[in-house]
């Protein structure tokens, strides 16, 4: 009798272990999910009114989500990676989340699947507080509007002319931006580099595509639209992520108070807007207004988003390369002999390796638009994707020296979109959401560091650190915490 109970429990656990494995979906690898905690307790954690309390139950039962809050993106997608490799799959706000830096997978998200990821992940009301939300592209989560406002005013400005423009333009606005040193000096010949550069790139394209010529916009006022510009960053975020629970009310008056701000600064340039000027993206922008085809809000967004996105990310990766040059005395040597004889390799390439060594944009949030499959595992509709380029960037068998900045990592590196199915090497993304000022983006900082280093030489200064030692903090782009003093000579001529 006993025996025949002990076979039928053995029978039945046997079926019900069977059936759990055969149901159980396939998923990549990461931390286990854990079972026997449900979504709502999420739900109810967040609810909890004692901040400590409620960040300790976050730790305990939602692990993930709590070191998205407290760590910034890409440090907690690196602290994913490093433990469980180049593709992770984590619970993050009850979402599933993958985290990649497999060539090969990124690649299909990006580029060979990648009409299904033109969404990016984001906290609903944050980006409503950003006015991101259902405008302008770069977070809009209404996948028809961002398409439209993409074509038919980014991509459709951004043509070949205004590449051909960008390098005159660059040009004026290196020697306007120079003619006001003094105002970028903290004491004699020592100067905020990051703001130089951002000064420079913010008149480029407020010249390019607010029609708004180089000198226009005195220097005070270009130092108060960049510094608003980095606020906005900040409060970018602040915003992006985590659930209002976390928000502090100081910090949410604060940041908010910076969205407000920058969008004064966005009403200012386009009130100074000369319409018998042929200025393509502003005239389309108030073209497709006048035609309904936009709103005033769409409009605005479009401008504030090309400011934000033209003049941070580039700044960043020319001083990343100052910074480097400044502590390599044969690196500058060559490239000056180089630009001299007006050759642009050493050029290309150093911009390239900074890129590579310290992407501005360290990782690349996508959204799956429907169900996928990548590999016989499921993707469901609705899963946040990040890829980890910092980690693809340093993978040791695709670049020969990947923790060290050295030009030979990327001299065989091209930085346009190929069809191959292993770009390893993608500091613009790839496919149809990838960075649309990216040709752009070369085109200036290749004339910007040409200009500088032909006439000047940067050395660090007041403290500044090197490339390697350099503290730096996700505001959206991977920014130095500290301002980058640097000492600015003359090179006799
Ligand atoms: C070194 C300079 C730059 C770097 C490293 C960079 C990098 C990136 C990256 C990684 C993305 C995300 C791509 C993706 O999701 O696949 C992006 C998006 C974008 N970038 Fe850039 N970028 C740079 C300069 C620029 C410039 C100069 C402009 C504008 C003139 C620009 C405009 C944009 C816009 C509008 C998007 C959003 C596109 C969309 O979501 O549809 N970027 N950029």
Not at 111 to 132: E, V
Not at 360 to 378: E, L, T
Request: glycine fraction near 4%; aromatic fraction near 12%; include cysteine.
């Amino acid at each position: 009798m006993l025996t025949t109970g002990i076979l039928i429990i053995i029978f039945f656990s046997t079926i019900y272990v069977l059936l759990r494995y055969s149901t159980e979906k396939k998923r990549f690898p990461g931390p286990k999910p854990k079972r026997f905690v449900p979504n709502f307790l999420f739900f109810s954690i967040l609810k909890l009114r004692d901040e400590t309390r409620r960040k300790n139950l976050l730790k305990r039962f939602f692990p993930e989500s709590f070191h998205y809050v407290e760590l910034t993106v890409p440090l907690a997608s690196q602290y994913y990676t490093s433990k469980y490799g180049d593709i992770v799959q984590i619970n993050l706000f009850n979402q599933p989340t993958i985290i990649i830096s497999n060539a090969d997978f990124a690649d299909y998200i990006l580029r060979r699947n990648g009409k299904n990821y033109t969404l990016r992940f984001g906290n609903q009301l944050g980006l409503a507080y950003l006015g991101m939300e259902h405008r302008g592209i770069i977070w809009n989560r209404n996948v028809q509007r961002w398409k439209y406002q993409r074509a038919n005013f980014f991509q459709k400005s951004l043509n070949s002319k205004i590449l051909d423009d960008a390098k005159y333009i660059s040009n004026d606005a290196v020697d306007y931006v120079l003619k006001h040193l003094n105002q970028f000096e903290i004491q004699a010949n020592v100067v905020d580099t990051m703001d130089l550069l951002r000064a420079m790139t913010f008149t480029i394209t407020c010249h390019l595509f607010l029609d708004l010529p180089v000198g226009s916009i005195p220097i005070e006022k270009t130092k108060h639209y960049v510094n608003s510009i980095v606020q906005y960053f900040k409060a970018w975020e602040y915003f992006l992520l985590k659930p209002m629970e976390f928000y502090k009310h100081h910090l949410t008056a604060k940041h908010e108070q910076s969205v407000k701000d920058l969008n004064e600064v966005v009403k200012e340039i386009i009130s100074q807007r000369d319409p018998s000027q042929n200025c393509l993206f502003i005239n389309s922008l108030f073209h497709a207004l006048e035609e309904n085809q936009i709103t005033k809000q769409e409009m605005n967004q479009c401008v504030l988003e090309m400011l934000i996105a033209g003049t941070d990310t580039s700044s960043v990766t020319m001083f990343y390369f100052l910074l480097a040059l400044s502590d390599r005395e044969d690196l500058e040597k060559n490239l000056l002999k180089e630009l001299k004889q007006d050759s642009h390799t050493i050029l290309i390439n150093g911009l390239k390796e900074s890129m590579r060594f310290k992407p501005v944009g360290p990782v690349i949030m996508r959204c799956a638009i429907q169900d996928d499959i990548y590999n016989d595992i499921p993707i469901e509709k609705g899963t946040n994707i990040i890829i980890n380029l910092v980690d693809m960037h340093r993978k040791s068998k695709d670049f020969s020296k990947p923790d060290e900045f050295d030009l030979i990592n990327v001299e065989d590196k091209d930085l346009s979109n190929t069809n191959s199915e292993k770009n390893v090497f993608l500091p613009f993304g790839i496919g149809p959401k990838e960075c649309v000022g990216r040709w752009l983006a070369k085109v200036e900082m290749e004339v910007i560091i040409a200009k500088l280093i032909l006439n000047y030489s940067f050395k660090r200064a007041n403290g500044t650190k090197t490339l390697e030692e350099l503290q730096t903090r996700w505001d959206i782009a991977q920014q130095p915490t500290d301002p980058g003093y640097m000492s600015i000579e003359k090179r006799s001529t």
